[in-house]
T-cell receptor
Framework: GQNIDQPTEMTATEGAIVQINCTYQ??????LFWYQQHAGEAPTFLSYNVLDGLEEKGRFSSFLSRSKGYSYLLLKELQMKDSASYLCAVATLRKAGTALIFGKGTTLSVSS | ETGVTQSPTHLIKTRGQQVTLRCSSQ?????VSWYQQALGQGPQFIFQ???????GRGNFPPRFSGLQFPNYSSELNVNALELDDSALYLC??????????FGPGTRLTVT
């Protein structure tokens, strides 16, 4: 079967660093995405990893280990506006096309 | 702004009714996917269309159906609505790159 696990909730303070972990078990792996979703809004793209290693983009970094079925999203210099749900999604190849399989999301609360 | 629009924004329907949700993708995006997101959950893949043909389907019954049109618009149709169909419905379009661009979603409430 396909399974994606990530923590339900995390809290942190402004200026801190937080790491959100994601573990997955899927077939037909074709990359891993991280999305940010504010309440009542659509998910917005943060990062994409298809090869092992770290991808850095400003305050956000994402890491992938395909052999371990593991990824993390690292958020540095946290700001209040970073309070949101963070979704880990695995792209899976199917008979035709690619589907994104999402985890349930991690709700991050940033306090001052 | 992702360039993907959805209508309507909100919708209230009664159990047993039928509903059509609409999505307009970016020009040149030949792939559109539909997702259902229940409150407090991650989006669940319903199906994907590529060049007007269904190109993959998640674990949803046949009463969930779709259409994609040559003008980069698409529809999600749900027949015989059930209370559990209440959710945010998201469409996402993709061109030649890997990134999927999500629309703002349609909030469907079934009473």
């Amino acid at each position: 079967g396909q399974n994606i696990d990530q923590p339900t909730e995390m809290t942190a303070t402004e200026g801190a660093i937080v790491q959100i972990n994601c573990t997955y078990q899927t077939s037909g792996f074709n990359g891993l995405f991280w999305y940010q979703q504010h309440a009542g809004e659509a998910p917005t793209f943060l990062s994409y990893n298809v090869l092992d290693g770290l991808e850095e983009k400003g305050r956000f970094s994402s890491f992938l280990s395909r052999s371990k079925g593991y990824s993390y999203l690292l958020l540095k210099e946290l700001q209040m506006k970073d309070s949101a749900s963070y979704l880990c999604a695995v792209a899976t190849l199917r008979k035709a096309g690619t589907a994104l399989i999402f985890g349930k999301g991690t709700t991050l609360s940033v306090s001052s | 702004e992702t360039g993907v629009t959805q209508s309507p924004t909100h919708l209230i329907k009664t159990r047993g009714q039928q509903v059509t949700l609409r999505c307009s993708s970016q020009s040149g995006h030949n792939t559109v996917s539909w997702y259902q997101q229940a409150l407090g959950q991650g989006p669940q893949f319903i199906f994907q269309y590529y060049r007007e043909e269904e190109n993959g389907r998640g674990n949803f019954p046949p009463r969930f159906s779709g259409l994609q049109f040559p003008n980069y618009s698409s529809e999600l149709n749900v027949n015989a609505l059930e209370l559990d169909d209440s959710a945010l419905y998201l469409c996402a379009s993709r061109g030649s790159s890997y990134e999927q661009y999500f629309g703002p979603g349609t909030r469907l409430t079934v009473t």
